[in-house]
């Protein structure tokens, strides 16, 4: 009923492209602000890229920013993370996240294995 599916993710070479979607089902969706985190092998869980309701404004950490966009797509109640020059330290689980308006409600996806060989 309520889920937030994320896929796209696999195994890639160092400078390539990726692009990961998080499709969200029987959750507010287009009110809602949308993350994706990741988390490294025996490291924790850390934001990557946000982005509020309409789109407007998004935000990256450091070590993603310039090489990753995260994008939207509300017709399709469809969150985008586009992974560019992919390194080594990229490798990780890579989780959707929403937190819905009203209720302050958060949910997380089940996450998609992304991988980058050196």
């Known amino acids: 009923q309520r889920q937030l599916v994320e896929s796209g993710g696999r195994l890639v070479r160092v400078g390539e492209s990726l692009r990961l979607s998080c499709t969200a089902s029987?959750?507010?969706?287009?009110?809602?602000?949308m993350a994706w985190w990741r988390q490294p092998p025996g490291m924790e869980r850390e934001s990557v890229a946000s982005?509020?309701?309409?789109?407007?404004?998004?935000s990256y950490s450091d070590s993603v920013r310039g090489r990753f966009t995260i994008s939207r797509d509300n017709e399709k109640n469809t969150v985008y993370l586009q992974m560019n020059n992919l390194k080594p330290e990229d490798t990780a689980v890579y989780y959707c996240?929403?937190?819905?308006?009203?209720?302050?409600?958060?949910?997380w996806g089940r996450g998609t294995q992304v991988t980058v060989s050196s």
């Open positions: 996240y929403l937190v819905a308006p009203a209720s302050q409600d958060s949910f």
């Open positions: 029987g959750l507010p969706f287009d009110s809602s602000s």
């Open positions: 982005i509020i309701w309409n789109g407007a404004k998004t």
